[in-house]
Structure formats: structure tokens, C-alpha cells
């Protein structure tokens, strides 16, 4: 019997920490909490929801990051639905638009103010993460070229491509179609089989981490060339724009992150048996991430003041 079994059978919370796969860093004894000490004198307007849900954020550290990055989500989510709430120009609350709404807020004030403080926890995104998307980002093109139906792609591949156009020409012209070359994907049952010989392993990995990296360069906001998989081996230059940057942290890595794992289309990513230490320190970057976001949106919106931003800034030095 494995281990996932076992546990199944006798439940016990210290063996189930004991599967996990996290090491001794706990974050919460140096984390520089959302907290604005002016809340103390506005008793009755101070951000209640939000602060809830960051308790469960807290409750789950440090074993759970990947859980403790959907409860500080659901903060984001609750300070974009109030934003939509408050504009009369919205006739229903979505989280695309919403998402929106926290991007260009950040936009506005982005060279005078937010972008030293944002730059920095997008530098410490780990590789991890970029081989995440690029792997998504893959097995979506080829699921639409093969005709899989489009429920089975993430939805973060759809709205990424949508977001950010030059990924749609990288896809077909380059990486995406590298990829395709060695799957044929179909549907066995409800699963798709992404077909990949045992030989075309190491090159299918190889790719994926390839157009990670060149996704890494281009969030950090620099240039990078791409040689295209054709005869001529045509080499075309790319750079993301501001707003494609912040779509791309957004929508790419923290909304995905946590569609992928609230529909319960995947294991649970830390119980996973593909789980290792780089999840974990992955998932405590993602929640690091998330948290300076909420602290960010609070902050143009006036819920959060600049004295107090400026600790919450502080835990770059945390992330792994």
C-alpha cells in the first residue's frame, strides 16, 4: 500500500505533514504583515473581509503555500469585486475584468511608484514557475491544433494568448510548433494523452524549459530573440510591453495558479507524487507574490497607506 493510501485509511495530520514536501523555512516568523496601524482609529471601515481571508492564509503556513496562495486570492478577489461594486459602469463582476481593474490601477502609478516596489518579487520569481506556463502554454496550442475540445486546455492558455499577442506568434512559429512535432495528442477517456515517445522525453523537456526561460526574460521586461522553427531558422526579436507584464504576472502565474488548482482538475499540488521541495518553495513565492499584489491594490485604492506598504515591500527577502 502507498503512502497516499495509507493516509487515506488512518488519517493523521503529523503523518501528513510528515509526506509534505517543505523544508525548515517558516515565513510567518519573519513576515512583515498586511497591517495598517491607521485601521486602529477606523474601527468601522477597516478591510474585514480581506483580513479574514489572510488569517486562513496564515493558519496554512508555512506547509501549505499553495493553499495559503488561494485564500490570499480570494483577498485579491474580494478588493477588485469591491472596485467593480463601486463603478456604475459595471453591469456584473467578473474576475477578467476584475483582474483588469487591479492592472491598470497598478499601471497608473506605475514609473512613479510601483514599479521599484514590484520589480524586485517579479526578479525572485523562481524558474519553476516559468516552466509552468511554458508547459500549459504548450499543451494548450497542441490540444487546439489536434482539435481537442477547448475544455480540456487551461484557461489561462486562451486568456494569456488573448492578453499578450506576441505569444501567439512565438507559438505558431517557434516553440509551439517544435512541440507539436513530437505529440500527437488525443483523448483517452476524459485524459489527454499528449502521445510523446519515450525517445522525445528529454527533447520535450528541453523545449518547455527553453521557451520558460525566454518567458522569464520577457516578464522581466527585457529583449530577447527567438529563432523560429523553420528552414531559413528566421530569428525575430521580442519585447513585452508594461501592461503585458503585469497581464502576464496576473493572469499567467497567479490566476492560473489558482483556477488550476480550485477547479480540482489536477491533484492537490503539494500532495501530489510530483511534488517536491521546488513546489514548495515555488507555491511560498507565489503566495509572497500575491500578498505584495493585495498590498499594492489596497494602496491605489487608499486602504492601505504608503508608511505601511513600504514593510510589506520588505518580504522580497523572503521569497526562496
Given at each position: 500500500m502507498d503512502s497516499i493510501?495509507?493516509?487515506?485509511?488512518?488519517?493523521?495530520k503529523d503523518d501528513h505533514i510528515y509526506l509534505l514536501p517543505c523544508d525548515d523555512n517558516n515565513i510567518l516568523e519573519n513576515l512583515n504583515f498586511l497591517y495598517d496601524e491607521n485601521w486602529e482609529t477606523q474601527r468601522t471601515s477597516y478591510p474585514y473581509e480581506i483580513l479574514t481571508y489572510l488569517f486562513d492564509s496564515y493558519y496554512v503556513l508555512p506547509q501549505r503555500p499553495d493553499l495559503a496562495a488561494l485564500f490570499c486570492?480570494?483577498?485579491?478577489?474580494?478588493?477588485?469585486?469591491?472596485?467593480?461594486?463601486?463603478?456604475?459602469?459595471?453591469?456584473?463582476?467578473?474576475d477578467t475584468k476584475g483582474i483588469e481593474i487591479v492592472r491598470d490601477a497598478i499601471l497608473?502609478?506605475?514609473?512613479?511608484?510601483?514599479?521599484?516596489?514590484?520589480?524586485?518579487?517579479?526578479?525572485?520569481?523562481?524558474n519553476k514557475t516559468f516552466h509552468y506556463v511554458a508547459s500549459y502554454m504548450l499543451k494548450g496550442y497542441a490540444m487546439e491544433k489536434n482539435g481537442i475540445a477547448e475544455k480540456y486546455r487551461a484557461s489561462s492558455y486562451k486568456s494569456l494568448k488573448r492578453k499578450i499577442s506576441a505569444l501567439l506568434e512565438i507559438l505558431d512559429n517557434a516553440?509551439?510548433?517544435?512541440?507539436?512535432?513530437?505529440?500527437?495528442?488525443?483523448?483517452?477517456?476524459?485524459?489527454?494523452?499528449?502521445?510523446?515517445?519515450e525517445a522525445d522525453k528529454e527533447k520535450s523537456r528541453r523545449i518547455i524549459h527553453s521557451f520558460g526561460t525566454k518567458l522569464k526574460i520577457l516578464m522581466l521586461g527585457e529583449e530577447t530573440e527567438i529563432t523560429f522553427h523553420d528552414e531559413e531558422k528566421t530569428k525575430q526579436k521580442y519585447r513585452f510591453t508594461d501592461e503585458e507584464r503585469l497581464?502576464?504576472?496576473?493572469?499567467?502565474?497567479?490566476?492560473?495558479?489558482?483556477?488550476?488548482?480550485?477547479?480540482?482538475?489536477?491533484a492537490a499540488r503539494m500532495n501530489s507524487i510530483n511534488a517536491n521541495i521546488d513546489t514548495f518553495k515555488m507555491y511560498t513565492?507565489?503566495?509572497?507574490?500575491?500578498?505584495i499584489i493585495l498590498a499594492t491594490h489596497m494602496n491605489s485604492q487608499n486602504v492601505f497607506s504608503d508608511s505601511a506598504l513600504d514593510k510589506v515591500k520588505k518580504n522580497v527577502n523572503l521569497m526562496i
Open positions: 493510501l495509507r493516509l487515506a485509511k488512518e488519517y493523521s486570492w480570494q483577498a485579491i478577489n474580494h478588493s477588485y469585486y469591491v472596485q467593480e461594486l463601486s463603478d456604475s459602469n459595471i453591469k456584473f463582476c467578473q497608473e502609478n506605475w514609473n512613479n511608484k510601483y514599479k521599484t516596489i514590484l520589480e524586485p518579487f517579479f526578479k525572485k520569481l523562481p516553440y509551439g510548433k517544435a512541440y507539436c512535432q513530437i505529440c500527437n495528442p488525443i483523448l483517452d477517456g476524459n485524459v489527454v494523452n499528449f502521445g510523446i515517445n497581464s502576464f504576472v496576473l493572469f499567467g502565474i497567479l490566476y492560473a495558479s489558482r483556477c488550476n488548482n480550485f477547479h480540482g482538475n489536477v513565492d507565489i503566495f509572497l507574490m500575491e500578498y
